[in-house]
Structure formats: structure tokens, C-alpha cells
């Protein structure tokens, strides 16, 4: 079941190739989502897949326009069910200047219900998502599109931002 506005966000952490910080032996930074709490929003984007055409359409779109997240104060984040080194390389190809996190055990999905068991027989897989989580840690805005060709809308994540 997805988590609601009002909820506390489960705290999740995840590795990746292009965020920054320190970096492991593998060159890849761990991200804990409740280092934000008490300092600013963030904005966690669930996508199927990497190297797909909607989901590199949305990860450059927001790529492209992540100066309006920065204004909101926001700390935006996309995460797929991919290992963090084709995140990487993906990343690299499209120029996808937010850090993406690798979900490759399917937790993250999991814990904010925004997982698909089985997708067109090619296996499990993250559904496509937005969440905004507070400063207080607390769930501002959840959406689970109820399509994986569904993008969530990004104006309603902008304005869960102006009030978290």
C-alpha cells in the first residue's frame, strides 16, 4: 500500500554513481533520504526503468528544469530498480543532472508502495511515482500514476513544495 499525505516517509538508502559525496571503493555515495529532515524538502521521483523512452523523457525534462525544484529548496532524487552503474551510464548518455539511486532490491518501492509485482512478464519492477517529503520528515504529496506511460503531475509536486 503507497504511503498517504500525513505519513511518516520511510527512511530509505540507497547507492549511487552521480550523486555527491563521499564515494565507496565502487566510486558509488550512499544517500539516506533522512539526512534532509530539518533542512529542506525532498522530492523522491519512482521510475520503471532506465534507458526507456517515458522514463528518460521525464528524467531530462526534470533534469532540464531542476532550477525550479532548487528555488522550492527542494532536494529531488530519481529512483529506479537498476543497478547504480547503469543509472550512471544512463545518466551520463542524457546529460540527467539529478542523482539517481539505485533500488536494485526493490525495498524503496516497496516501503512506499509504489512497486509492480510483475511488468509485461520482464519481472518486478518500480512504478512510476512521486512522493514530496517534508522538512518534518512528514509525506506532503504521494502519487502512484496508475500507468507506467503516466507521468505524475509535476505541478502539483511543485505546489506540495511551496508549503513543505
Given at each position: 500500500?503507497?504511503?498517504?499525505?500525513?505519513?511518516?516517509?520511510?527512511?530509505?538508502?540507497?547507492?549511487?554513481?552521480?550523486?555527491?559525496?563521499?564515494?565507496?571503493?565502487?566510486?558509488?555515495?550512499?544517500?539516506?533520504?533522512?539526512?534532509?529532515?530539518?533542512?529542506?524538502?525532498?522530492?523522491?521521483l519512482?521510475?520503471?526503468?532506465?534507458?526507456?523512452?517515458?522514463?528518460?523523457?521525464?528524467?531530462?525534462?526534470?533534469?532540464?528544469?531542476?532550477?525550479?525544484?532548487?528555488?522550492?529548496?527542494a532536494?529531488?532524487?530519481?529512483?529506479?530498480?537498476?543497478?547504480?552503474?547503469a543509472?550512471?551510464?544512463?545518466?551520463?548518455?542524457?546529460?540527467i543532472?539529478?542523482p539517481?539511486?539505485?533500488?536494485?532490491?526493490?525495498?524503496?518501492?516497496?516501503?512506499?508502495?509504489a512497486?509492480?509485482?510483475?511488468?509485461?512478464?520482464?519481472?518486478?519492477?518500480?512504478?512510476?511515482?512521486?512522493?514530496?517529503?517534508?522538512?518534518?520528515?512528514?509525506?506532503?504529496?504521494?502519487?502512484?500514476?496508475?500507468?507506467?506511460?503516466?507521468?505524475?503531475?509535476?505541478?502539483?509536486?511543485?505546489?506540495?513544495?511551496?508549503?513543505?
Amino acid at each position: 500500500m503507497a504511503v498517504k499525505v500525513g505519513d511518516q516517509a520511510p527512511d530509505i538508502q540507497l547507492k549511487s554513481k552521480n550523486a555527491p559525496g563521499e564515494k565507496d571503493g565502487l566510486g558509488l555515495a550512499t544517500v539516506k533520504i533522512s539526512d534532509n529532515k530539518g533542512k529542506k524538502p525532498t522530492v523522491l521521483l519512482f521510475f520503471p526503468m532506465a534507458f526507456t523512452g517515458i522514463c528518460t523523457k521525464e528524467m531530462c525534462d526534470i533534469s532540464s528544469g531542476i532550477k525550479a525544484y532548487e528555488d522550492l529548496g527542494a532536494a529531488v532524487y530519481g529512483i529506479s530498480v537498476d543497478s547504480p552503474f547503469a543509472q550512471g551510464a544512463w545518466a551520463e548518455k542524457e546529460k540527467i543532472s539529478l542523482p539517481l539511486l539505485s533500488d536494485l532490491n526493490k525495498q524503496a518501492a516497496k516501503a512506499y508502495g509504489a512497486y509492480i509485482e510483475d511488468l509485461a512478464g520482464i519481472g518486478s519492477t518500480a512504478a512510476r511515482a512521486a512522493f514530496v517529503i517534508g522538512k518534518d520528515g512528514k509525506v506532503k504529496y504521494a502519487e502512484v500514476t496508475p500507468t507506467i506511460k503516466e507521468l505524475p503531475n509535476f505541478e502539483k509536486v511543485k505546489a506540495a513544495l511551496q508549503s513543505a
